[in-house]
Structures are given as C-alpha cells and as structure tokens.
T-cell receptor, first 113, second 114 residues
Framework: QKEVEQDPGPLSVPEGAIVSLNCTYSNSAFQYFMWYRQYSRKGPELLMYTYSSGNKEDGRFTAQVDKSSKYISLFIRDSQPSDSATYLCAMSGGGSTLGRLYFGRGTQLTVWP | EAGVTQSPTHLIKTRGQQATLRCSPISGHTSVYWYQQALGLGLQFLLWYDEGEERNRGNFPPRFSGRQFPNYSSELNVNALELEDSALYLC?????????????FGSGTQLSVL
C-alpha cells in the first residue's frame, strides 16, 4: 500500500464551482499536512500548511485534516480558470522520516470559463 | 527576494554518462532537498542536506549522490545514467530541519536520457 493515495483525476469543472480534492494516508505518524499547486513545467508552490487535525482557511481555499480517518481535503470555492493546475497533497512526520515529504501523485484540475 | 534557483533548466545526456544538477536555496535557508518527479510517479524523495551534511536519503541507488557547499547551495550527481532516470528533478529549501519545516521548490531541471 502506498503511503499516500490521491485520485489523479482529471477533474474538470466550470468557473465558479466548488472543488473538492482529497488524499488518504496510512502512516499515523504524519503530523504536518500540506497542499501544493503545480503549474505545467513549474515547481510545486506551497498553498496550504496544517498541523494535526482541524480546518484552515485562506481566502478561497480551505484545508481539512481528519487524523482519525487518515483523510485530508482541500476545498476551492468560486473556482477560477487560473486555478487550473495539478494539486499535490504532501505530509511529514518525525523519526526516520524526518526531512522527507510524502506526496500523493497529484490531481489534475481544469476550470473552464 | 529570489526563490530557489536551479540550473540547468534542461539537460540531455546519453545512457552511461554522468549528470550534474545545481541548486541555490532561498537566502537564509540552510536545508536543501532533492526530489525526482517522473511521469506518472509523483514526487519521490531523493536526498536531504542540512549544514553541509546528508541527513536522510530516499530509496535510490548509490549512483545518485550529492553534496551541499558552505554557502548552502547544492549539487546532485547522477552517475551511469539509465533511460528511467529521465525525469524532472526538483530542489527545495527550508529554514531549518524538522518535520514542521515548509519546503519551497524551484522550477526544476528536466533531465532527458537518450
């Protein structure tokens, strides 16, 4: 079983839609959870960063972490064509995994006008 | 403030050759990380350097190696290149070490092995 599972999509939605992206994971030692956005031929850009369980909101973006279910989500409200990108979940913990991020494979999102 | 910079942008090599990729972290960042992003496989952790020392290593063969210089810049070397080494190689940096660190990525070096 892969450490982090993420549906690769692709996901195609109209402008203004609410987008829901999800990841599941297997390692209960993960404590830090991130979402990165990657545009074509660019490096990943940190979008959201969350510690442990709970919600975090930043503008149109909301990140949720449910450690009991080993499930994280990213919601995008009022989606825009400029949100079209690949979204990667990532997570980290301590011990032997220190310094290492575990990534999902990414979900490709297209928002059409 | 400049972000993480990587060079070259593109690199074409033939099988069996060696490749050297370079990375300059964000000013003030002491940790540098290397990831491989092969088509369909997602980002795979390669190496982590902090204060000039290798701190952790992913599941890659020893022909993947690197170093970090006193100015915190870093080099990734790939020896005896194989076709499956073709990928985007991403460098990231962070302020320090620890699980809580936020990583900031460069735009990557696209390595093609023919």
């Amino acid at each position: 079983q892969k450490e982090v599972e993420q549906d690769p999509g692709p996901l195609s939605v109209p402008e203004g839609a609410i987008v829901s992206l999800n990841c599941t994971y297997s390692n209960s030692a993960f404590q830090y959870f991130m979402w990165y956005r990657q545009y074509s031929r660019k490096g990943p850009e940190l979008l959201m960063y969350t510690y442990s369980s709970g919600n975090k909101e930043d503008g149109r973006f909301t990140a949720q972490v449910d450690k009991s279910s080993k499930y994280i989500s990213l919601f995008i409200r009022d989606s825009q064509p400029s949100d079209s990108a690949t979204y990667l979940c990532a997570m980290s913990g301590g011990g032997s995994t220190l310094g290492r991020l575990y990534f999902g494979r990414g979900t490709q999102l297209t928002v059409w006008p | 403030e400049a972000g993480v910079t990587q060079s070259p942008t593109h690199l074409i090599k033939t099988r069996g050759q060696q490749a050297t990729l370079r990375c300059s972290p964000i000013s003030g960042h002491t940790s540098v990380y290397w990831y491989q992003q092969a088509l369909g496989l997602g980002l795979q952790f390669l190496l982590w350097y902090d204060e000039g020392e290798e701190r952790n290593r992913g599941n890659f063969p020893p022909r993947f190696s690197g170093r970090q210089f006193p100015n915190y810049s870093s080099e990734l070397n790939v020896n005896a290149l194989e076709l499956e080494d073709s990928a985007l190689y991403l460098c990231a940096s962070s302020l320090g070490q620890g699980a809580r660190e936020k990583l900031f990525f460069g735009s990557g070096t696209q390595l093609s092995v023919l």
